[in-house]
């Protein structure tokens, strides 16, 4: 079955420091939507990308979906200790019953 | 104040019972969704309704039943045929098939 792979599934880095969570889907996908857990929570929508080679920014956080609509990237630079939690990628596959498919997260640690 | 409301919190099940999870929102959206989170692992689909009176089994189905006889409700059983149980459960809802609101969750735990 279709799956969308997330890689690193764990990643610790000082404060300052930039990260990057990365996103490949088996299939074309229709569009890519983030989502952010904290430790304890429940998963916020962050963003959704929707064109081949689409690029959204929002303050110190980069989003990129690939110009194949198969990948893509999640970069924050200089992380802040705000910024932990676990990041979860989800595609939806062209001309399908709109049912997401989620990426396995990667959880950031920040050291300050 | 809009939203999606998971009850109980907590909840812990014994075994051979079946135990429901409640799902109420009332941001006025057709589709509803239950999935399973596993610690180191992602959202995994368990059921999905996109309008009241049908529902559709997700990826990971078996065990499970839910209804939805209400748009604002999409409750959730988890039965004694589903024999691992314990695991942290989040209810979603969008307006067709957009952007995914979720509930706190509910932890699951086998006595």
């Known amino acids: 079955g279709q799956q969308v792979m997330q890689i690193p599934q764990y990643q610790h880095v000082q404060e300052g420091e930039d990260f990057t969570t990365y996103c490949n889907s088996s299939?074309?996908?229709?569009?890519i939507q983030w989502y952010k857990q904290r430790p304890g929570g429940h998963p916020v929508f962050l963003i959704q990308?929707?064109?081949?080679?689409e690029v959204k920014k929002q303050k110190r956080l980069t989003f990129q979906f690939g110009e194949a609509k198969k990948n893509s990237s999640l970069h924050i630079t200089a992380t802040q200790t705000t910024d932990v939690g676990t990041y979860f990628c989800?595609?939806?596959?062209?001309?399908?019953?709109?049912?997401?498919?989620f990426g396995q997260g990667t959880t950031l640690q920040v050291k300050p | 104040d809009g939203g999606i409301t998971q009850s109980p919190k907590y909840l812990f099940r014994k075994e051979g019972q079946n135990v429901t999870l409640s799902c109420e929102q009332n941001?006025?959206?057709?589709?509803m969704y239950w999935y399973r989170q596993d610690p180191g692992q992602g959202l995994r689909l368990i059921y999905y309704?996109?309008?009241?009176?049908?529902?559709q089994k997700g990826d990971i189905a078996e065990g499970y039943s839910v209804s939805r006889e209400k748009k604002e409700s999409f409750p959730l059983t988890v039965t004694s045929a589903q024999k691992n149980p314990t695991a942290f459960y989040l209810c979603?809802?969008?307006?067709?098939?957009?952007?995914?609101?979720f509930g706190a969750g509910t932890r699951l735990s086998v006595l």
């Open positions: 990308l929707v064109k081949s080679g």
């Open positions: 941001l006025n959206h057709d589709a």
């Open positions: 989800a595609g939806r596959r062209s001309g399908n019953t709109g049912k997401l498919i």
């Open positions: 309704s996109h309008i009241v009176n049908d529902f």
């Open positions: 299939t074309t996908l229709s569009n």
């Open positions: 979603a809802s969008s307006i067709e098939k957009n952007i995914q609101y």
